[in-house]
């Protein structure tokens, strides 16, 4: 019987493979969806469960109390020796600090280098005891001692390729900012992509105190490493928790105390909303979303298989007449939809390994440090496969059981007079449920595809309130003092460049911490913080900065006590005027200081954050970013002779720049992405509901043939007839619409209320999307309906 089943399967199949292949590329189409996202997700929930001890290790972070409350990532250094030396409840503990900043170097044995990299995320300090805790795989060396001693660094296969070629790195030499020797003690395997502790190279924890002095690993107050706890067996994370507390008020001077807050995270949330790749809630929206579309595409299988009945009534009725049962029949039904569906999963499989490069590279341009490595292969571990066997088994029980139900019920003696629209008929409900939940799918995709790209469009518009065009950074080097007075002589030389200035950083950063400070006598700190920037005398001019009121800092000032306001500030303070500002003084970053200006208001941070207080503090000490404004039509020349200048002054540091422009389009980097994946999913929504709209249309077509001929005959024009055809379309669009509106508009406004600066949601864009569909729909509708309206009435009229 099975070989049967197969045999006719397979004759049905190739007599109507177009309409077959319709059906297996709609539900091939939102299988890829569905697959897509699920293994990105599944990317960004695996990252770091393969450590050993995971169920009892925890992550140390600190919220800073002011404003308001600030999570980071990071701890005092001194905890974690304390929590492993004191307290015996806990089995291990260690720290590290990314670098950022950094130069390594091999060095040639003459006094210079033969390669020379500016590290950033891939480097860090770090204990022997951070490989007890974490999965690293060695390759040579000795994982408890390698890291023992100070100027000591372990490499991973990747960067010892990259720092010394094939030559053996072990014992090699690498060179810190140009001022310090390290020695390679071990070699490990490279980090896996899904770990956000992606680190290739370790350098030992004891060369820090020879880098900043031996008080360096004492300091409670400052926030540089991450702390991570793994717990003895059995031991509760509350007793961590608990002790924490007497940490901090025996270790924090009292003034300290309150504005510091230990928390304790499991290790398996490392990727986590303080410094995760992507927020939970985002994930499992992604996995609502990849619901849907495979449901759509079980939707329009269902509706074209189900439109098709009708010509394979005479089928049903023959073979029932022979002693087919029921339960044959639906057997060989879904005989042809496993068929149809394992053939759709497979193109799902050819579609998803096509896209998933692509996917890849998106992922890695647009999420710093993220190395993706996602292959339709990921399909066949345990847990996924699990997945993709229950989705198979799904969707072939979803798509085919109600089709096959629908065929094995043709009554036989109907099927012969070319009468099974009655049995039909009181199905037409579930179809227009069907299809009128693509029509809110698709209209909720249309409506966030204009919103999102209405909102980056206007975000692209923002007006920063300073002058970014042709203005370029440099970044100095971050652990050594820079020849400013060089850099500055030997640029503002140069016939593109207009004028040079130094500060901590440009008036936008994403470096925007808050600093609490005092206004006047006051002597507590105010109800708000401060962002702070270090700059000179020429930071105003190079980015267009004006002042409403008072003089700009001064060339003399070396002390850093001048310093500059901008309104937002005055406001808040509650000053009557700008004028009145100036003179007066103010406490932060732990010096007195004296207001000599006002600047007009400008941005300081992303698009999601209003205009914030600023202070401009006259401090070349901490400038570690160089600012060139260069002429309008400056040629690639002068950017070549600008880093000339560079390895002419520092040449042991590795030049690094950007355009101020390009920093600021990294704000929007989140959005972009967004967009391309809404878009994305939009066509994907439109493509199944055009699919679903065709069967729909055909099933009416089919199952009103002889009412068609019938008005046809009476005289009814084509436009009457197309009517006849369209209002059930017309109908469930403007109902799916009553739902896809209100809801499209409540998620769309919440995501909306996190910028500062957006759009509203008005009706134009509510019309908009209407149109739109009604568009589409009446394009994809079009041909058939008209193929109806205009056939020929003898066809279906001579058999009554």
């Not at 390729?161 to 071990?186: I, M, Q, S, Y």
């Not at 190279?201 to 004891?206: C, D, K, N």
């Not at 130094?502 to 808050?514: C, E, H, I, K, L």
């Not at 040629?635 to 042991?652: G, M, N």
């Amino acid at each position: 019987m099975i070989r049967h089943y197969l045999i006719v399967a397979k004759r049905h199949l190739w007599q109507h493979w177009h309409v077959n292949l319709i059906s297996l590329l709609g539900l091939a189409v939102g299988l890829t969806s569905g697959l897509i996202i699920f293994l990105v997700v599944n990317y960004m929930f695996s990252f770091d469960r393969y450590h050993p001890h995971l169920d009892r290790s925890y992550w140390v972070v600190t919220d800073v109390k002011g404003e308001k409350s600030m999570p980071t990532d990071a701890a005092p250094r001194p905890l974690a020796q304390v929590l492993r030396r004191d307290y015996a409840f806990v089995e291990s503990a260690t720290r590290l600090e990314t670098f950022f900043g950094r130069t390594l170097s091999v060095p040639n044995g003459k006094g210079g280098w033969i390669k020379k990299f500016a590290e950033a995320r891939n480097v860090c300090f770090a204990e022997p005891h951070y490989f007890e805790l974490f999965g690293v795989e060695w390759v040579s060396g000795n994982p408890k001692t390698a890291l023992a001693a100070p100027n000591t660094v372990v490499l991973s296969e990747r960067y010892a390729r990259k720092f010394f070629d094939v030559a053996p790195a072990l014992g090699r030499t690498l060179r810190l900012d140009n001022r310090t020797d390290l020695t390679v003690t071990g070699i490990v395997k490279d980090p896996p992509s899904n770990t956000q502790l992606r680190y290739d190279a370790f350098v030992s924890y004891a060369t820090i105190p020879v880098l900043e002095g031996p008080a360096a690993l004492s300091d409670w107050q400052g926030l540089q490493a991450m702390c991570f706890v793994r717990l003895r067996e059995g031991a509760d994370p509350a007793l961590l928790r608990q002790q924490l507390v007497a940490i901090r008020r025996k270790n924090l001077p009292a003034r300290a105390v309150d504005q510091f807050d230990y928390q304790v995270l499991p290790l398996a949330e490392l990727n986590h909303q303080r410094s995760g790749m992507a927020p939970r809630p985002v994930l499992y929206a992604l996995i609502g979303v990849g619901v849907l579309l495979v449901m759509a595409g079980c939707i329009n299988f269902v509706n074209l298989a189900t439109a098709r009945a009708l010509r394979r009534a005479r089928e049903v009725g023959v073979r029932k007449v022979m002693g087919s049962t029921r339960w044959q029949l639906i057997g060989q039904f879904m005989v042809e939809t496993a068929l149809l569906v394992t053939g759709a999963m497979g193109v799902a499989l050819l579609l998803t390994e096509l896209s998933l490069p692509l996917v890849n590279r998106t992922l890695a341009t647009t999420v710093d440090m993220l190395r993706p490595t996602l292959s339709v292969l990921d399909v066949a571990q345990p847990r996924a496969l699990s997945w993709f066997l229950g989705l198979l088994i799904g969707v072939i029980g979803v798509s085919g059981l109600y089709p096959a139900l629908v065929l094995a019920r043709f009554d036989p003696a109907k099927a012969f007079a070319a009468q099974p629209t009655r049995r039909l008929r009181g199905k037409l409900t579930l179809r227009q449920g069907l299809i009128w939940g693509q029509f809110v799918l698709m209209q909720l995709f249309i409506l966030a595809v204009l919103v999102i790209n209405a909102q980056l469009r206007h975000m692209q518009r923002a007006d920063w309130g300073f002058r970014y065009e042709s203005t370029m950074a440099v970044f100095l080097p971050q652990h050594s003092a820079a020849p400013l007075a060089a850099l500055r002589q030997g640029w503002g030389q140069l016939p593109g460049v207009e004028a040079v200035t130094f500060g901590s950083d440009p008036p936008a950063s994403p470096y925007n911490r808050p600093s609490s400070f005092s206004y006047q006598a006051a002597t507590e700190p105010e109800a708000f913080d401060t962002r702070v920037r270090a700059v000179d005398e020429h930071y105003l001019s190079v980015f267009g900065l004006s002042l409403v009121a008072g003089r700009n800092v001064g060339a003399t000032d070396t002390s850093g006590r001048e310093v500059l306001v901008n309104e937002t500030m005055v406001r808040q303070l509650g000053v009557s005027s700008s004028a009145a500002i100036v003179g007066k003084s103010m406490r932060v970053k732990d010096a007195d200081r004296v207001i000599v200006g006002v600047v007009r208001d400008f941005r300081s941070g992303d698009l999601h954050q209003p205009i914030l207080p600023m202070t401009l503090i006259q401090d070349r000490l901490h400038s570690r970013v160089a600012m060139l404004r260069l002429s309008s039509a400056h040629p690639e020349q002068t950017q070549q002779a600008i880093q000339r200048v560079w390895d002419k002054v520092l040449p042991d540091q590795v030049y690094q720049a950007k355009t101020t422009a390009d920093l600021l389009a990294s704000f929007t980097d989140l959005e972009r992405l967004l967009a391309g994946f809404v878009q994305a999913f939009a066509v994907v929504a439109i493509g199944l509901s055009c699919l679903g709209l065709y069967g729909l249309v055909t099933y009416l077509s089919e199952s009103k043939a002889k009412e068609i001929g019938v008005r046809r005959v009476l005289g009814a024009r084509t436009g009457q007839l197309l009517w006849l055809l369209g209002r059930e379309f017309g109908k469930l669009l403007v109902l799916g619409f009553a739902v896809a509106a209100p809801v499209g508009a409540w998620l769309l406004s919440g995501w909306l209320q996190a910028y500062a600066y957006k759009i509203t949601l008005n009706g134009w864009l509510l019309l908009s999307t209407l149109l739109l569909t009604s568009l589409i729909t009446a394009l994809t509708i079009a041909r058939q309906a008209m193929k109806a309206a205009h056939s020929n009435p003898i066809a279906y009229l001579k058999n009554e």
